[in-house]
């Protein structure tokens, strides 16, 4: 499974993004999906998460309300919309992939695919 990362960019606080990740391999229907950020200086953390059906959605605090993920199955992609962004948002962008669909969203260890990430920068 390869993961393709895209729509990163420079916005405005306030302003909006749409990331997206697209993925080979005929089984990502099965796949649960995340973003996960890392910003300078500081670890990686995940963002949002979305099982395999796209019936479960997870958010971290920090984003709840503003970000919403979701997937479209026939594109073999997931998307992260990202409103009302903030300049603690600024970080590179990274989505991953769990093939055994689990619903541990927040733990990267379940992740075994990863893309290369895609840099979000939020100017004051």
């Known amino acids: 499974v390869q993961l393709q990362a895209s729509g990163g960019g420079l916005v405005q606080a306030g302003g909006s993004l749409r990331l997206s990740c697209a993925a080979s391999?005929?089984?990502?229907?099965?796949?649960?999906m995340a973003w996960f950020r890392q910003a300078p200086g500081k670890e990686r953390e995940f963002v949002a998460g979305?099982?395999?059906?796209?019936?479960?959605?997870y958010y971290a605090d920090a984003v709840k309300g503003r970000f919403t993920i979701f997937r479209v199955s026939a594109k073999n992609t997931v998307y992260l919309q990202m409103n009302n962004l903030k300049p603690e948002d600024t970080a590179v962008y990274y989505c991953?992939?769990?093939?055994?669909?689990?619903?541990?969203?927040?733990?990267?260890?379940?992740?075994?695919?990863w893309g290369q990430g895609t840099l979000v920068t939020v100017s004051s």
């Open positions: 979305i099982s395999w059906s796209g019936g479960s959605t």
């Open positions: 991953a992939a769990d093939p055994d669909g689990s619903y541990l969203y927040k733990r990267q260890t379940e992740y075994s695919y």
């Open positions: 391999g005929r089984t990502f229907s099965s796949y649960t």
